[in-house]
C-alpha cells in the first residue's frame, strides 16, 4: 500500500512518493473482487483486495448513477496491492461488500491512509434501503472527521451478518491514492498510539536540535548556525505539511493552505539546505562556481515558491518534488568536491547526507513491498532523517568545542578595551591620513597631466598601456592605438606665433578628448603636436571609423584663436594590437607610428593602418 499520509515523508522521500503517485498497472481482472468478511480473526482489514473502481473523469456522477453503473459491472476490479492512480482530473468512485461476522464488533473505523486527498465522500447502503452518508478530506473543516486524526475517516456502523455495499468518492488535484483500511476501535487506538509516538519522538528531536543550535547561534553569531535553524524549521513544516498535522493543528479551516502549504514549504526547505550548505562548505572561498550555482538554485527556489501560491496543485507539487532531487544530488556534489580539496567536516556533513539517503531507500522498499514493515523500515525515514540532523550538529558544534566560556569571556572584554583605545587613536590618525591623503592625490594628479593641455603626460600614457594589454589578452578583447599628428603645425606657429600655437594645441586637444571620451579612451599628449590614443575594446575597422570622427571633428570648425579663426587638419595612423601573438608595446606603437607616416606620405588629412590604405 502506498501510505504517503502515514509516514513524516522528507525530502528525498518525494522519489518514492512521486513513484507511488504514478497510474498502477493496468492488469486486466474478469472476476469480480470478493466481498470482504469481518469474521474476527483479525482486528484491521486493508480493503485493496475488496474494491472496484470508477474513473468519472468529468467528476459530475451521482450517488444514484454510481451506484446504478456498479450494478451494470461498469465497475473495474482494483488490480492487486494497487491504491495509487497519480495524478488524474475527474473524481474516483470505489466499491466494496463487506460484511460483518465477528462477534462483539459492531462499529468500525474506516481510514483513508492519505492525508492529502480534497474532497472525499462516503456512502454506506444497508439491505433495507437506508444510505448514510458522510464527508470529509482537506477541503471539509478538519472538525467534520469521525476522529480528530490526520488521516480522513469515518465511523461505520456494521450489523453482524448484514452485507453492505461501501461506496467511496475521492476528487482530489493531489495524487489519487486511496488506502483504504477498516478497523476495530481498539486496534486503532493501538495503531494510532504507536505512530504518534513514532512522530512526537521524531519531531521531539527537531525541536531540541532547534533549540540547541539556536542558542549556539544566539551566543556565537556563527550564520552556518542561523542557517541550519531554518533548515530544521523548514524541514519539519514539510513533515508536518505530508503528515497532515498542519491540517490538524494549523490551518484546520483552510483548504487553500492545505494546498499550498506542500510546494512552498518544500521550497523553503529546499533554500534553507542550500543556503546552510553554502555557509557549513564556505564555498564562497573554496568552490566559488558552486557557490554561485547554489545561489542560482536558492533563487530558482524562492521563484518557485511564490509561483506556487498561484499555480495549479497538479502543477507546482510535482515540479517542486522533481526540483529537490536536483537540490539534494548538488549538495551530495558539493560535500565531495570539498572533501577531494581536503575540508574535513566535509566527511561528517557527507556521512550525514548518507544517512538520509539510507533512510529514504528503506522507505521505497517498504512502499514496493521489497521489505517487511517493521518499526525500523517504516520509520526509516525519520530515523536517517533524525541522524543528518544530529550529525550536521555535531559538525558544527566541532569547531568550537576547544573554546571555553572564560577565554570567551576574556577575550570580549579585551577586545572592547582595546577596541576603545584603537578607535580614538584611529580617529586622530585617519584626520592626518585624510589631509594626507588629499595633498598626495593633488600632488599626483598634477603630474599625470600635461601642463599645456591637460591630457595624460606620456610617461602615464606608458605606465597604463600594459594593464589595458593585460585586460585585452585576459578577457580576448581587442586594443587599438591611434597616432594622431597636426598637419602643417610649425607652419601654424611660423604664420601666427606661438602663443597661437600653444592656443591651437589647447584646442585641438578638448577636441580630441570630447570626440574619444564616449569610447573610454587614454589619451596623452606624445609631444609637440603629436597624440597618442588607446582605445579598448575595438578592434581595426572600429578604430578606423573612430579615428575617423576624429578627423572630422578638427577639420570640420576652425580653432577661434585668431580673428579669422585657423583651420586644422590631422594625420591619423591607426594598428590594432595583436594580442594573441604577444606583441610588444613598443613593437605597437612603432607600427602605429608607420600608419601615421603612411598617413603623411599620401598627402595628410587622413586615416591608415600599417596595412592597406584606410579610407579619407
Same mark, same amino acid.
Given at each position: 500500500?502506498?501510505?504517503?499520509?502515514?509516514?513524516?515523508?522528507?525530502?528525498?522521500?518525494?522519489?518514492?512518493?512521486?513513484?507511488?503517485?504514478?497510474?498502477?498497472?493496468?492488469?486486466?481482472?474478469?472476476?469480480?473482487?470478493?466481498?470482504?468478511?469481518?469474521?474476527?480473526?483479525?482486528?484491521?482489514?486493508?480493503?485493496?483486495?475488496?474494491?472496484?473502481?470508477?474513473?468519472?473523469?468529468?467528476?459530475?456522477?451521482?450517488?444514484?448513477?454510481?451506484?446504478?453503473?456498479?450494478?451494470?459491472?461498469?465497475?473495474?476490479?482494483?488490480?492487486?496491492?494497487?491504491?495509487?492512480?497519480?495524478?488524474?482530473?475527474?473524481?474516483?468512485?470505489?466499491?466494496?461488500?463487506?460484511?460483518?461476522?465477528?462477534?462483539?464488533?459492531?462499529?468500525?473505523?474506516?481510514?483513508?491512509?492519505?492525508?492529502?486527498?480534497?474532497?472525499?465522500?462516503?456512502?454506506?447502503?444497508?439491505?433495507?434501503?437506508?444510505?448514510?452518508?458522510?464527508?470529509?478530506?482537506?477541503?471539509?473543516?478538519?472538525?467534520?472527521? %469521525?476522529? $480528530?486524526? @490526520?488521516?480522513?475517516? /469515518?465511523?461505520?456502523? #456494521?450489523?453482524?451478518?448484514?452485507? +453492505?455495499? *461501501? !461506496? &467511496?468518492?475521492?476528487?482530489?488535484?493531489?495524487?489519487?491514492?486511496?488506502?483504504?483500511?477498516?478497523?476495530?476501535?481498539?486496534?486503532? %487506538?493501538? $495503531?494510532? @498510539?504507536?505512530?504518534? /509516538?513514532?512522530?512526537? #519522538?521524531?519531531?521531539?528531536?527537531? +525541536?531540541? *536540535? !532547534? &533549540?540547541?543550535?539556536?542558542?549556539?547561534?544566539?551566543?556565537?553569531?556563527?550564520?552556518?548556525?542561523?542557517?541550519?535553524?531554518?533548515?530544521?524549521?523548514?524541514?519539519?513544516?514539510?513533515? /508536518?505539511?505530508?503528515?497532515?498535522?498542519?491540517?490538524?493543528?494549523?490551518?484546520?479551516?483552510?483548504?487553500?493552505?492545505?494546498?499550498?502549504?506542500?510546494?512552498?514549504?518544500?521550497?523553503?526547505?529546499?533554500?534553507?539546505?542550500?543556503?546552510?550548505?553554502?555557509?557549513?562548505?564556505?564555498?564562497?572561498?573554496?568552490?566559488?562556481?558552486?557557490?554561485?550555482?547554489?545561489?542560482?538554485?536558492?533563487?530558482?527556489?524562492?521563484?518557485?515558491?511564490?509561483?506556487?501560491?498561484?499555480?495549479?496543485?497538479?502543477?507546482?507539487?510535482?515540479?517542486?518534488?522533481?526540483?529537490?532531487?536536483?537540490?539534494?544530488?548538488?549538495?551530495?556534489?558539493?560535500?565531495?568536491?570539498?572533501?577531494?580539496?581536503?575540508?574535513?567536516?566535509?566527511?561528517?556533513?557527507?556521512?550525514?547526507?548518507?544517512?538520509?539517503?539510507?533512510?529514504?531507500?528503506?522507505?521505497?522498499?517498504?512502499?514496493?513491498?521489497?521489505?517487511?514493515?517493521?518499526?525500523?523500515?517504516?520509520?526509516?525515514?525519520?530515523?536517517?532523517?533524525?541522524?543528518?540532523?544530529?550529525?550536521?550538529?555535531?559538525?558544527?558544534?566541532?569547531?568550537?568545542?576547544?573554546?571555553?566560556?572564560?577565554?570567551?569571556?576574556?577575550?570580549?572584554?579585551?577586545?572592547?578595551?582595546?577596541?576603545?583605545?584603537?578607535?580614538?587613536?584611529?580617529?586622530?590618525?585617519?584626520?592626518?591620513?585624510?589631509?594626507?591623503?588629499?595633498?598626495?592625490?593633488?600632488?599626483?594628479?598634477?603630474?599625470?597631466?600635461?601642463?599645456?593641455?591637460?591630457?595624460?603626460?606620456?610617461?602615464?600614457?606608458?605606465?597604463?598601456?600594459?594593464?589595458?594589454?593585460?585586460?585585452?589578452?585576459?578577457?580576448?578583447?581587442?586594443?587599438?592605438?591611434?597616432?594622431?599628428?597636426?598637419?602643417?603645425?610649425?607652419?601654424?606657429?611660423?604664420?601666427?606665433?606661438?602663443?597661437?600655437?600653444?592656443?591651437?594645441?589647447?584646442?585641438?586637444?578638448?577636441?580630441?578628448?570630447?570626440?574619444?571620451?564616449?569610447?573610454?579612451?587614454?589619451?596623452?599628449?606624445?609631444?609637440?603636436?603629436?597624440?597618442?590614443?588607446?582605445?579598448?575594446?575595438?578592434?581595426?575597422?572600429?578604430?578606423?571609423?573612430?579615428?575617423?570622427?576624429?578627423?572630422?571633428?578638427?577639420?570640420?570648425?576652425?580653432?577661434?584663436?585668431?580673428?579669422?579663426?585657423?583651420?586644422?587638419?590631422?594625420?591619423?595612423?591607426?594598428?590594432?594590437?595583436?594580442?594573441?601573438?604577444?606583441?610588444?608595446?613598443?613593437?605597437?606603437?612603432?607600427?602605429?607610428?608607420?600608419?601615421?607616416?603612411?598617413?603623411?606620405?599620401?598627402?595628410?588629412?587622413?586615416?591608415?593602418?600599417?596595412?592597406?590604405?584606410?579610407?579619407?
Amino acid at each position: 500500500m502506498g501510505t504517503r499520509g502515514r509516514r513524516a515523508i522528507p525530502l528525498l522521500a518525494f522519489i518514492a512518493w512521486l513513484l507511488a503517485s504514478l497510474p498502477g498497472p493496468a492488469v486486466a481482472i474478469d472476476t469480480a473482487p470478493p466481498r470482504a468478511v469481518l469474521d474476527g480473526s483479525r482486528t484491521t482489514y486493508p480493503l485493496a483486495g475488496h474494491l472496484d473502481y470508477l474513473h468519472d473523469e468529468t467528476g459530475t456522477l451521482a450517488f444514484d448513477q454510481a451506484r446504478r453503473l456498479q450494478r451494470e459491472g461498469a465497475f473495474t476490479p482494483l488490480p492487486p496491492a494497487t491504491s495509487s492512480f497519480g495524478f488524474q482530473p475527474g473524481a474516483f468512485w470505489f466499491h466494496a461488500h463487506i460484511t460483518n461476522a465477528a462477534a462483539g464488533e459492531p462499529r468500525w473505523l474506516l481510514v483513508q491512509q492519505y492525508a492529502l486527498s480534497d474532497e472525499i465522500e462516503l456512502y454506506v447502503r444497508y439491505p433495507d434501503g437506508r444510505t448514510v452518508h458522510a464527508e470529509g478530506g482537506d477541503h471539509r473543516s478538519f472538525g467534520s472527521r %469521525s476522529i $480528530r486524526y @490526520r488521516h480522513p475517516n /469515518f465511523w461505520l456502523d #456494521l450489523p453482524r451478518d448484514t452485507p +453492505v455495499d *461501501l !461506496f &467511496f468518492r475521492v476528487k482530489s488535484e493531489s495524487s489519487m491514492q486511496v488506502p483504504l483500511v477498516l478497523y476495530t476501535p481498539t486496534a486503532f %487506538s493501538e $495503531r494510532s @498510539r504507536d505512530a504518534q /509516538f513514532a512522530i512526537g #519522538l521524531y519531531y521531539g528531536i527537531l +525541536v531540541s *536540535l !532547534f &533549540f540547541y543550535n539556536l542558542v549556539l547561534w544566539l551566543t556565537t553569531r556563527d550564520s552556518s548556525y542561523f542557517w541550519y535553524v531554518v533548515h530544521l524549521t523548514a524541514f519539519g513544516l514539510v513533515l /508536518f505539511t505530508l503528515n497532515g498535522l498542519g491540517f490538524e493543528y494549523l490551518w484546520p479551516e483552510s483548504a487553500w493552505l492545505a494546498d499550498k502549504s506542500v510546494p512552498i514549504s518544500i521550497c523553503l526547505s529546499q533554500m534553507g539546505v542550500q543556503q546552510f550548505a553554502r555557509k557549513f562548505l564556505d564555498l564562497s572561498s573554496r568552490w566559488r562556481i558552486g557557490d554561485l550555482i547554489g545561489i542560482a538554485m536558492i533563487a530558482a527556489f524562492a521563484l518557485l515558491g511564490v509561483a506556487s501560491a498561484f499555480l495549479p496543485y497538479r502543477i507546482s507539487v510535482p515540479t517542486a518534488s522533481a526540483a529537490v532531487f536536483i537540490s539534494i544530488g548538488w549538495v551530495v556534489t558539493q560535500a565531495i568536491v570539498i572533501l577531494r580539496r581536503g575540508y574535513l567536516p566535509a566527511k561528517i556533513f557527507l556521512l550525514a547526507w548518507a544517512a538520509f539517503l539510507l533512510g529514504t531507500a528503506m522507505f521505497a522498499a517498504v512502499a514496493f513491498a521489497l521489505l517487511p514493515k517493521t518499526f525500523v523500515t517504516e520509520y526509516g525515514v525519520q530515523i536517517g532523517s533524525a541522524l543528518e540532523m544530529l550529525l550536521l550538529s555535531v559538525a558544527l558544534g566541532y569547531r568550537y568545542a576547544s573554546l571555553r566560556n572564560e577565554n570567551e569571556r576574556i577575550i570580549r572584554d579585551g577586545k572592547q578595551q582595546l577596541m576603545h583605545e584603537v578607535t580614538q587613536r584611529t580617529s586622530e590618525l585617519q584626520e592626518a591620513l585624510t589631509q594626507l591623503g588629499d595633498a598626495h592625490a593633488r600632488l599626483r594628479e598634477s603630474s599625470q597631466r600635461d601642463a599645456l593641455t591637460g591630457l595624460h603626460t606620456r610617461r602615464y600614457f606608458h605606465e597604463r598601456l600594459p594593464a589595458l594589454l593585460e585586460k585585452a589578452r585576459d578577457t580576448r578583447g581587442a586594443l587599438s592605438l591611434l597616432m594622431i599628428d597636426i598637419d602643417y603645425f610649425k607652419a601654424i606657429n611660423d604664420r601666427h606665433g606661438h602663443l597661437v600655437g600653444d592656443a591651437c594645441l589647447r584646442w585641438a586637444a578638448r577636441v580630441i578628448g570630447g570626440t574619444l571620451r564616449p569610447h573610454g579612451a587614454l589619451v596623452a599628449r606624445f609631444g609637440g603636436e603629436e597624440f597618442v590614443v588607446a582605445l579598448p575594446g575595438q578592434d581595426l575597422d572600429a578604430a578606423v571609423r573612430t579615428a575617423e570622427h576624429v578627423r572630422t571633428a578638427l577639420s570640420a570648425t576652425r580653432c577661434d584663436a585668431t580673428e579669422g579663426g585657423v583651420r586644422m587638419t590631422t594625420s591619423i595612423g591607426v594598428h590594432e594590437v595583436a594580442c594573441e601573438d604577444d606583441e610588444g608595446l613598443n613593437q605597437a606603437l612603432e607600427r602605429a607610428d608607420q600608419a601615421l607616416y603612411r598617413a603623411k606620405s599620401d598627402g595628410r588629412d587622413c586615416v591608415r593602418t600599417p596595412g592597406a590604405p584606410a579610407t579619407s
